[in-house]
């Protein structure tokens, strides 16, 4: 489920580096034991952290909103509309993303404002398992930042490094 999923994106994360912090308003879910290489957990919801954290981040910092649930997703990304983060990603199917785009259209979000949100979130990589998603995901944060296009190593014949 989405616990697994997000716990394999924190793994995913930590191993390249990024400080990772989840936040969730739901209890149950955001537990230290659930996500033990977090660098921190929150139990608040994603919006109202993001306000209060949000004048902190800045173009090297990403935001994953991975619930596919409106009542968190749309407010998520609103408030890190907000802030001048480099990376913002959405989870969900391509019709989750039509449908959460039209939200954000009517909470006022410009088309402009949306050209940010990278979604559905990750590269097309053929990913199946969580495991395989987060890599997809990190990929892209990294391709993000770094401005490049994501080619496929095989598709060329220069140097890899």
Do not use: N
């Amino acid at each position: 489920g989405a616990v697994d999923f997000t716990a394999a994106l924190v793994r995913v994360a930590k191993v390249l580096g990024f400080h990772v912090t989840v936040c969730d308003a739901r209890e149950v879910f955001a537990t230290q034991s659930r996500f033990p290489l977090a660098d921190e957990v929150v139990v608040a919801w994603p919006h109202r952290h993001l306000a209060q954290v949000g004048p902190g981040l800045g173009p090297r910092d990403a935001v994953c909103v991975l619930t596919h649930d409106a009542k968190f997703d749309v407010p998520a990304i609103v408030a890190a509309l907000d802030t001048r983060v480099g990376y913002l990603g959405a989870m969900g199917s391509r019709r989750t993303t039509e449908q959460r785009a039209a939200r954000l259209r009517a909470e006022g979000v410009a088309d402009e404002q949306l050209d940010r949100l990278l979604a559905p979130i990750g590269l097309d990589l053929g990913a199946r398992t969580p495991e395989e998603t987060a890599v997809a995901i990190c990929a892209e944060m990294i391709a993000h930042r770094t401005g490049r296009q994501a080619p496929r190593l095989s598709d060329g014949d220069g140097p890899i490094h």
